[in-house]
């Protein structure tokens, strides 16, 4: 059971160039989100599912796309990284009912340079 | 925007000591959480007080929540080396049906316990 699986690991961009982050859970979970997390800002939504098909804006959208073509997967895209998306991602998900309770991956790396 | 604030921002205390982190919030809640995260890992959930709640404890772990105050403290007891950690709350808030309920995270407290 690996719970929420992120790849890859660590990633490094060159401006203008695009990739695809991709989450993978096996706990039949309903929701799944896209966090960033830089220094000194916590971790800010950047969009989330509430189900298979559906995608929905969080905080910092703007430079990302999202989809959930399966349940178990939610696929984040850069499709022209900019230096502004050096962070570190991380994908959670939390099983649609209950106290939103959020099981995090591991995180992926990504520098843009 | 309803991120919550932690205080301090870092904190460094001897092994046995109790740490105590603040958090502090702008508007009215459903549930507020802990996670802890160990360098270069995920989050991990830690523990959950509801907003009719005022105290929780789980092992070494004790939450308040001061909902008058928006704020909540996270206590660990006799803490260990193996505390050291950054810990972050998450206020969950919105209509208490799914789709509606937001989840945002503070700016954390990066806690070192010296052993």
């Given at each position: 059971n690996a719970g929420v699986t992120q790849t890859p690991k660590f990633r490094v961009l060159k401006t203008g160039q695009s990739m695809t982050l991709l989450c993978a859970q096996d706990m039949n979970h309903e929701y799944m989100y896209w966090y960033r997390q830089d220094p000194g800002m916590g971790l800010r939504l950047i969009h989330y599912s509430v189900g298979e098909g559906t995608t929905a804006k969080g905080e910092v959208p703007d430079g990302y796309n999202v989809s959930r073509l399966k349940k178990q997967n939610f696929l984040l895209g850069l499709e022209s990284a900019a230096p502004s998306q050096t962070s570190v991602y991380f994908c959670a998900t939390n099983?649609?009912?209950?106290?939103?309770v959020l099981t995090f991956g591991a995180g992926s790396r990504l520098t843009v340079l | 925007s309803q991120q919550g604030e932690e205080d301090p921002q870092a904190l460094s205390i001897q092994e046995g000591e109790n740490a105590t982190m603040n958090c502090s919030y702008k508007t009215s809640i459903n549930n507020l959480q802990w996670y802890r995260q160990n360098s270069g890992r995920g989050l991990v959930h830690l523990i959950l007080i509801r907003s009719n709640e005022r105290e929780k404890h789980s092992g070494r772990l004790r939450v308040t929540l001061d909902t008058s105050k928006k704020s909540s403290s996270l206590l660990i007891t006799a803490?260990?080396?193996?505390?050291?950690a950054s810990y972050f709350c998450a206020t969950v808030f919105g209509r208490a049906n799914w789709g509606y309920q937001k989840v945002t995270f503070g700016t954390g407290t990066k806690l070192q316990v010296i052993p």
């Amino acid at each position: 059971n690996a719970g929420v699986t992120q790849t890859p690991k660590f990633r490094v961009l060159k401006t203008g160039q695009s990739m695809t982050l991709l989450c993978a859970q096996d706990m039949n979970h309903e929701y799944m989100y896209w966090y960033r997390q830089d220094p000194g800002m916590g971790l800010r939504l950047i969009h989330y599912s509430v189900g298979e098909g559906t995608t929905a804006k969080g905080e910092v959208p703007d430079g990302y796309n999202v989809s959930r073509l399966k349940k178990q997967n939610f696929l984040l895209g850069l499709e022209s990284a900019a230096p502004s998306q050096t962070s570190v991602y991380f994908c959670a998900t939390n099983p649609g009912s209950g106290a939103n309770v959020l099981t995090f991956g591991a995180g992926s790396r990504l520098t843009v340079l | 925007s309803q991120q919550g604030e932690e205080d301090p921002q870092a904190l460094s205390i001897q092994e046995g000591e109790n740490a105590t982190m603040n958090c502090s919030y702008k508007t009215s809640i459903n549930n507020l959480q802990w996670y802890r995260q160990n360098s270069g890992r995920g989050l991990v959930h830690l523990i959950l007080i509801r907003s009719n709640e005022r105290e929780k404890h789980s092992g070494r772990l004790r939450v308040t929540l001061d909902t008058s105050k928006k704020s909540s403290s996270l206590l660990i007891t006799a803490s260990r080396a193996a505390d050291t950690a950054s810990y972050f709350c998450a206020t969950v808030f919105g209509r208490a049906n799914w789709g509606y309920q937001k989840v945002t995270f503070g700016t954390g407290t990066k806690l070192q316990v010296i052993p």
